[in-house]
């Protein structure tokens, strides 16, 4: 996975512009569907004003062509023409009519005329076109089947043939007792393209697939920018008749992407806005707290002695939680590291620092010592018949009674008027084994100085369970450098001395010299740096 | 649409069918029937000698009339100009004008009843439903 190596920053952003570019697509999509959506409205609204408009001119046409007929028919020759059955005459009559208003004034371009009786058989016609022109098929028929009292109403249909579409208007010859009928067959394209004119939009008539009547106003390129509807009439024949009208959709098209650019345009300004906008409040709410609470662990880590040391609780909800659970942590976490270092370094029975602790002083001392030439004491303490107590009295006895001795040698080495005990320790080894560093002590004088105190101390009986004890100490003093430089020696020194100590009954006894009287005289009486061949 | 039966009945004399003529407005005398435009063809083409009265003015019948029928105005009809026009008082006669609003025809249909003319129609819609429904018209 490659996502994981990216910050949280790069995660949101990425996610937030991934977002936009996805609204900004989706408007894409939506404004080339509202586009294709306008343009099929647009398109069906020009195919019904063109239906109309087609219609209409139809209709006037079929209105011109009935009023022909009607005319026509009522003249008196035609009449007489008729009533005679004088096919020749009739022709001559029907022939005389292309002289007349309708068709000299363009209002009518006739095909043909048919005279019928009223049986709808043919008594004569007349053709423009040598080819000739036959009514719509089924038409005569359709005008025969109508009611009879419907017969006297003008009946028209429109049809198509190959290459070209004609119009037929039937009209009664009687009025209202019809004794023939009178069809007339027109050409209805300039009628038809009188829409052109109307709708300021070329018109394009087809037959099926055939062009049958092209504008010269035609778009050479209609994809482009112009908008084609089409739209079917109702015609009897070989194939539909179809209408199709071109608008320029040029200013349309131009709206509609200045209209797109604009919704592009603040589309993505909105985006770039909200992605920065996102991103503040992300990184002042949450990425800054976490990164001082990562900033704090970190530090934590590295030196255990900012453990406990509080993150202050900001940005939101979720981070502010984390920073007092975190708080919370640090404070529960440096208590128990307390507790834990205590343990390591002390000793649980009587609190004072353990052999460890003692030795990591004592190795802290000598490193101080070597730098700047300074010496210091070392006294290694044991009770005097603690064994005997411990088993006559118990263990528990045994506990308390060491308890008590600590308690009196810290108090012992709290104060001193004559001897400075600055930055002293009293460690418990083990059993009644104690052991104290006195770097302040500079000589073998104050060192003993020291141990009688800590003698004096014990002076006092102590009470263990109800019974009043007393209990002897022995001491042995060892300087350093005075009687030797290295760490264990200075202990077996120490230990050297309180052993002669013991043995001499002295209570105390200082490394390398002879014991001292139980009451000590004068304890300046030797010294070792008077003799610094003596080892321990 | 098409009361044939009642239009014979009434051709045949009886009055009756005068009361529950559904375009019969007061006062239109007894024995009057008023017809539609499709009554008026279908009426023309099942009886022989149905005459066609126009009664409105010259200048209305010059912007079309129905095509065989007689100008009469109802302000020149009087009993002797209708003798002198039709004979006949049995013969059928639709009287129409120019619609209905127009007065003419129902002035000369009650003008024709008070005359004894027996078999009258009053073609209430005239020239205007005439055209309306699409029937043809000429011009002189």
Known sequence: MILPRFSMRTHV????????????????????????????????????????????????????????????????????????????????????????????????????????????????RLETDPD????????????????????????????????????????????????????????????LRGVERELGMPLRIRVGERLLSDSPLWPSHPEADQLVATTQLSAEGIAPLTLEFADNSAQLAEDLARA?????????????????????????????????????????????????????????????ELADNFNELSGELKELHQTLESLAYNDPLTGLPNRVLFRDRLEQQMRLAERDGSNFAVLAIDL????????????????????????????????????ALAGHTVARLGGDEFCALLPAVRNAADGVVVAEKLLAAMEEPFELEGRELRVGMSIGVALYPEHTRTLDELCRCADSAMYQAKRSGTGYALFGTPPVSPVPASPFVTSASQNPALHC | MYRPLALIALLAGSVAFAETAPDAVEPLPDGVLTLTAPQLTELAARVDG???????????????????????????????????????????????????????????????????????????????????????????
Not at chain 1, 296 to 306: A, E, I, K, N, T
């Open chain 2, 50 to 140: 149905l005459l066609v009265v126009d009664a409105r003015l010259a200048a209305d019948r010059a912007q079309g009339y129905i095509e065989d029928s007689i100008s009469l105005p109802n302000v020149e009809t009087d009993c002797a100009a209708l003798a002198r026009r039709i004979p006949d008082r049995n013969r059928p006669v639709v009287f129409y004008c120019n619609g209905v609003r127009c007065g003419r025809s129902l002035d000369s249909v009650q003008k024709a009843r008070a005359c004894g003319y027996t078999r009258v129609f009053w073609f209430r819609g005239g020239f205007e439903e005439w055209r309306a429904e699409g029937y043809p018209l000429v011009k002189d």
């Open chain 1, 13 to 124: 952003s990425v996610l937030v512009i991934f977002m936009g570019l996805l609204g900004l697509g989706l408007a894409l999509l939506t404004g080339e569907y509202y586009r294709q959506l306008i343009h099929e409205h647009q398109r069906a609204s020009l195919a019904r004003i063109g239906t109309l408009k087609a219609q209409d001119a139809l209709g006037e046409l079929h209105a011109h062509a009935s009023d022909f007929g009607l005319a026509l028919q009522h003249t008196p020759e035609f009449r007489r023409a008729f009533g005679a059955r004088d096919e020749l005459k009739l022709i001559e009559v029907l022939g005389a009519q292309f002289h007349r208003y309708f068709v000299t004034a363009n209002v009518l371009r006739i095909d043909s005329l048919y005279v019928l009786d009223t049986h709808f058989t043919p008594v004569a």
């Open chain 1, 384 to 419: 005097d018949r603690f064994k005997e107590i411990n088993d006559t009295l118990g263990h528990h006895a045994g506990d308390q009674l060491l308890q008590q001795v600590s308690q009196r040698m810290r108090r012992a080495l709290r104060r001193s008027d004559t001897v």
């Open chain 1, 132 to 191: 000739g022109h036959s009514l719509c098929p089924g038409f005569v028929n359709r005008a025969a089947e109508r009611p009879v009292a419907h017969r006297i109403k003008p009946f028209t249909a429109l049809c198509s043939e190959a290459h070209h579409i004609h119009s037929a208007t039937l009209v009664a010859i009687g009025g209202l007792r019809p004794v023939g009928y009178l069809a007339v067959v027109v050409d209805p394209t300039p009628a």
């Open chain 1, 260 to 320: 797109r650019f604009l919704v592009m345009l603040l589309a993505g300004i909105a985006t770039v806005s909200v992605t920065l906008v996102a991103l503040a409040l992300f990184t002042r709410c949450t990425l800054e707290p976490m990164q001082r609470l990562t900033e704090r662990m970190r530090l934590v880590r590295s030196d255990r002695s900012y453990l406990g040391t509080q993150v202050e609780p900001v940005g939101n909800a979720e981070m502010r």
